[in-house]
T-cell receptor, first 112, second 114 residues
Framework: AQSVSQHNHHVILSEAASLELGCNYSYGGTVNLFWYVQYPGQHLQLLLKYFSGDPLVKGIKGFEAEFIKSKFSFNLRKPSVQWSDTAEYFCAVKGNTDKLIFGTGTRLQVFP | DADVTQTPRNRITKTGKRIMLECSQTKGHDRMYWYRQDPGLGLRLIYYSFDVKDINKGEISDGYSVSRQAQAKFSLSLESAIPNQTALYFC?????????????FGAGTRLSVL
């Protein structure tokens, strides 16, 4: 069965710090990978996605993620966070079932 | 995404009551989904529908039912609400044509069962 692990449950950073959020999945076949962001009180929005090609994908607001197939990972990064990045971040994977499996989420708090 | 509309946005109800959450979309997508979000558990799939005549159970369908009234409408019902159904509920839509099948979410319905 497919599953997604996000090991960082709560991350607290100061503005301008670098960010890396971990995401590991378990599935042996071809996967599509996603990061969604949920700002306080809002719905989930797609941050970035990987389907094929270059394993380093760039999303909105300066975020990027790298797909490392050998490590079953799709970590999210941003070189310098802003207060407005405070949100909850969800990694999700889609295998051959065409259903999205979400991780438990990482709550990011950025202080000025 | 304003193209996926959920009503109501907030609802408080009592144990044993029947509740219906509505979802409508103007994206023209065939596929629609209902998730619940609980703190520390992420989003879990309740039901999904790949077209009007196709409805499937997700991982946590017990205690819920759905109705796909039209391509644009997908309702979630709690026949007899219980307190552990207190959660944030999201509807989503997707379109697999074109290969990517990205899901787009509504703003959510916060349900409290007392």
């Amino acid at each position: 069965a497919q599953s997604v692990s996000q090991h960082n449950h709560h991350v607290i950073l100061s503005e301008a710090a670098s960010l890396e959020l971990g995401c590991n999945y378990s599935y042996g076949g071809t996967v599509n990978l996603f990061w969604y962001v949920q700002y306080p009180g809002q719905h989930l929005q797609l941050l970035l996605k990987y389907f094929s090609g270059d394993p380093l994908v760039k999303g909105i607001k300066g975020f990027e993620a790298e797909f490392i197939k050998s490590k079953f990972s799709f970590n999210l990064r941003k070189p310098s966070v802003q207060w407005s990045d405070t949100a909850e971040y969800f990694c999700a994977v889609k295998g051959n079932t065409d259903k999205l499996i979400f991780g438990t989420g990482t709550r990011l708090q950025v202080f000025p | 995404d304003a193209d996926v509309t959920q009503t109501p946005r907030n609802r408080i109800t009592k144990t044993g009551k029947r509740i219906m959450l509505e979802c409508s979309q103007t994206k023209g997508h065939d596929r629609m989904y209902w998730y619940r979000q609980d703190p520390g558990l992420g989003l879990r799939l309740i039901y999904y529908s790949f077209d009007v005549k196709d409805i499937n159970k997700g991982e946590i369908s017990d205690g819920y039912s759905v109705s796909r009234q039209a391509q644009a409408k997908f309702s979630l019902s709690l026949e007899s609400a219980i307190p552990n159904q207190t959660a944030l509920y999201f509807c989503a839509t997707s379109d697999p044509s074109g290969g990517e099948n990205i899901q787009y979410f509504g703003a959510g319905t916060r349900l409290s069962v007392l």
